[in-house]
C-alpha cells in the first residue's frame, strides 16, 4: 500500500505543478494580449496621424512642418517596431507556458495510468490471496467431513 499512497502523492504533487502552469499560462496569455492591444493602438494611431497629415498638406504646409511630421512619423514607426519585437517575445513566452502545460498535463496522466494499473496488480494479488483462503478452508472443510464421516464408520 506504501506504493499506492506514494503514486498518490506524485499524482498530487504533479497536480499541482500542472495548475500552476496553467495559472502561468493564463498570466502570459493576458501579458500577450496587452502587448497585442498596444500594438494594435499604435498602428491605429499611425494611420489616423498620416491621414490626417494627408489632409492638412493638402491644404498647404511649411517645409519644416512637413520635416517634423516624417520624424514623428519615422519615431512612430521605431515605436511600433519595438512593440512587434515586445509581441513576439511574448509570443514565445506563450508557446513555452502552452508547452509547459502539456508536459504537465502528461505527466498527471502517465502517473494516473501507472496508479491504475498498480491498483489492479495489487487487486488481482489481493484476489487470489482470498482464493487461496478460500481454498485452503474449503479443503479443511473437506478432510473435517471426510475424517468424520471414517470415524463414525469405525464406531
Known amino acids: ?10 499524482i498530487e504533487l504533479a497536480t499541482r505543478k500542472r495548475d500552476a502552469a496553467a495559472q502561468g499560462l493564463m498570466r502570459v ?4 494580449l496587452f502587448a497585442q492591444d498596444q500594438m494594435s493602438q499604435l498602428e491605429v494611431y499611425a494611420a489616423e ?5 494627408t489632409a ?17 512619423l519615422d519615431r512612430l514607426q ?6 512587434q519585437g515586445v509581441l513576439a517575445n511574448e509570443n514565445l513566452k506563450l508557446e513555452h507556458a502552452k508547452q509547459l502545460v502539456l508536459e504537465a498535463e502528461f505527466r498527471l496522466v502517465s502517473l494516473q495510468q501507472v496508479l491504475k494499473k ?7 494479488i489481493q484476489a487470489r490471496r482470498e482464493q487461496k483462503q478460500m481454498d485452503e478452508f474449503a479443503a479443511l472443510q473437506t478432510r473435517r467431513t471426510t475424517a468424520g464421516h471414517f470415524s463414525g464408520d469405525q464406531l
Open 1 to 10: 500500500m506504501s506504493a499506492v499512497k506514494s503514486f498518490l502523492l506524485a
Open 29 to 32: 496569455q493576458s501579458t500577450c
Open 49 to 53: 496621424t498620416a491621414s490626417r497629415w
Open 56 to 72: 492638412a498638406a493638402q491644404s498647404g504646409t511649411t517645409p519644416e512642418l512637413l520635416r517634423h511630421h516624417y520624424q514623428f
Open 78 to 83: 521605431q515605436a511600433i517596431g519595438l512593440q
Open 118 to 124: 498498480k491498483q489492479a496488480a495489487l487487486a488481482l
